[in-house]
């Protein structure tokens, strides 16, 4: 097979193989929908986070619109912590694009730390319903591309059960009680990521911003957080990547370390200098800013920003964070054809 | 002689307290400034805001995380409370009012906190609306009070975009408000695109930028009474 024919499921799966591909492919594992996707479908934004084929739907239209190079749900943080019993708020009353919170903590105070899981977790909230959603996809875009989902890491999890304040000043003051329940949101991740994978994705990103060097030192990522970021991609069945935003540069070999396939790291992360760290077979994801360049930008400054990526190394292309939905389609394009034309 | 000596020794506690994150030791201080009938004022500004300044420092040469930072303000607010309610009414030659929120669709209140902390440290009135709050409620809070200052927080790119909302709605009702935005996903380009007066880049620089704030009102203050004389 001619590699010009590559299709964007084939480049993205050598990738992570760690073979040759003829570009860097420009996708993402964090949320994607566009607001020209939606209107497209005539889909409100607060409906999709609820119905399993609007969600399909609407993130299906990142890849027919514009060729992005996958297809990713859900478009919300709260799937966790909703099948931990957390209650969530869904917007569903406003016009604004709202990304689905969490309303009510499970955890209040430090002495209700130790929780268990609730029986047939993984089954629960809206877990079903995403795993339909990547079903769906998969029977209708999942030949091109590939099919990809995120789940939380640990600690930031752990940041969306109970106060994050408390979560912080604990993991210093009493890190082997923080310690006992990032092991048994690890296990749980571990079981809400089987469901996805038994759902037929193909990749899934591990998104733990809350451990971002912007808030913790990288010496407790290193003690506290990272055991536990190992034990999850340890037992992951398909490819995987480990998204960590804000200042990074301190903690790549780390997040390395974990045994995540690839790495994410966003516009605060010197690539360049990454890459020097970590080798030129090191998969590094990223590291262009979504808002401020990819919808606030001119289309010159996304062709900029698309070359010093590449100039800088990365393996794909790759958002810092989840897209904004108001995205111009003329900046998503200039992003695609800049992408597809650049030759190293 | 031997009270400014013991003068001297106080505010070093209260500093260290607050840089050591140790609130017992903030407390105990703090009683014993009471009891020698030393200035309140003194004490918060020299004492606990100045341990503040140093963490602040600390924080920048990344010696300091957010946990340290949360622990350090905490030991402060220890101080704070029993020093507080011997102070006279702080006059920094504006109104002195703010309203401050994290924006709607957002639950992260860190910075926000810590920015109202530096409020509250300077003698503010402060409405805090605390986290998620819809975005009519900053106007009509406004409004309400009548505050100098807002203050708007957002710690996501999925969020921070109801700021611009809100500088607007404030703008057209209330032009002289002063406006300040913070979180990680703000910039300074944002900010002026926006036109908001102020922006906070995470909770160190909103730490910073809020005691620059509260430095520069206190500068107004000294050249107005210079003009009046």
């Given amino acids: ?334 992003m695609m054809d800049e992408v597809k034309k650049y030759r190293r | 002689m031997a009270a400014d000596e013991k003068k001297k020794e106080l505010l070093e506690r209260l500093r260290n307290a607050v840089i050591q994150y140790d609130e017992d030791a903030a407390k105990e201080a703090s009683r014993e400034v009471l009891d020698v009938g030393m200035d309140a004022n003194d004490a918060i500004f020299n004492g606990l805001v100045s341990g503040m300044e140093e963490v602040g420092r600390l924080f920048e040469a990344q010696e300091y995380f957010v946990p340290e930072l949360l622990m350090c303000a905490d030991a402060l607010y220890a101080g704070l409370d029993i020093l507080k309610p011997h102070v006279k009414q702080l006059d920094l030659g504006v109104r002195g009012s703010v309203v401050i929120g994290t924006v709607e669709g957002d639950v992260h209140d860190i910075g926000k906190n810590i920015v109202k902390m530096m409020f509250d440290v300077a003698g503010f009135t402060v409405y805090d609306l605390g986290r998620d709050v819809p975005l009519d409620k900053f106007v009509e809070e406004q409004l309400r009070t009548d505050s100098d200052l807002v203050c708007l927080s957002a710690m996501m790119t999925t969020t921070m975009t109801g700021m611009k909302k809100v500088i607007d709605d404030l703008r057209t009702k209330n032009p002289n408000v002063k406006i300040m935005i913070g979180g990680a996903p703000v910039s300074a380009d944002i900010a002026e695109k926006w036109g908001a007066d102020g922006y906070a880049k995470d909770a160190n620089n909103a730490l910073k930028d809020a005691i620059n704030m509260i430095s520069s009102l206190k500068k107004l203050k000294e050249e107005a009474e210079a003009r009046k004389k």
Avoid at chain 1, 48 to 60: G, P, R, W
Avoid at chain 1, 168 to 173: G, P
Avoid at chain 1, 304 to 320: I, Q, R
Wanted: hydrophobic share 40%; glycine share 8%; aromatic share 8%.
């Fill in chain 1, 1 to 334: 097979m001619s590699i010009t024919t590559m299709t964007a499921k084939e480049r993205i799966m050598k990738l992570f193989a760690g073979e040759e591909v003829d570009r860097p492919p420009c996708f993402s594992g964090m949320g994607n929908v566009t607001t020209e996707g939606l209107k497209s479908l005539g889909y409100k934004f607060a409906a999709s986070h609820l119905d399993a084929k609007m969600m399909a739907d609407a993130a299906s239209t990142t890849y027919k619109l514009f060729g992005f190079e996958c297809g990713v749900v859900p478009f919300d943080l709260c799937v966790e912590a909703e099948a931990l019993g957390c209650e969530i708020n869904v917007y569903a009353h406003s016009e604004d694009l709202l990304y689905p919170t969490i309303k009510k903590k499970l955890i209040h105070k430090e002495d209700e730390m130790e929780i268990s899981l609730p029986s047939g977790f993984q089954e629960k909230g809206r877990i079903p319903l995403v795993c339909e959603a990547i079903g769906l996809m998969k029977k209708d875009i999942g030949g091109d591309v590939p099919i990809g989902t995120y789940v939380l890491g640990p600690f930031t999890l752990a940041g969306q059960i109970m106060e994050l304040n408390d979560l912080l000043k604990l993991s210093f003051k009493k890190p082997d009680k923080v310690g006992k329940l990032l092991a048994l949101l690890a296990d749980a991740i571990v079981m809400v990521a089987g469901q996805f994978q038994k759902a037929g994705i193909d990749y899934i990103t591990v998104r733990e911003m809350g451990a971002t060097s912007d808030v913790l030192s990288p010496r407790v990522f290193k003690n506290l957080i990272q055991p536990y970021l190992k034990k999850i991609f340890d037992r992951l069945t398909v490819p995987s990547v480990l998204h960590i935003c804000g200042k990074t540069n301190d903690i790549v070999p780390f997040m390395m370390e974990t045994g995540a396939k690839a790495i994410s790291v966003d516009q605060k992360n010197d690539v360049a200098e990454s890459r020097k760290k970590l080798g030129k077979d090191a998969l590094i994801f990223g590291n262009y800013d979504p808002y401020n360049v990819l919808v606030a930008g001119t289309p010159e400054m996304v062709k900029e920003t698309m070359k010093k990526c590449m100039d800088d190394g990365v393996s794909a292309v790759w958002p810092g964070c989840d897209i904004w939905p108001t995205v111009p389609a003329e900046n998503i394009r200039t």
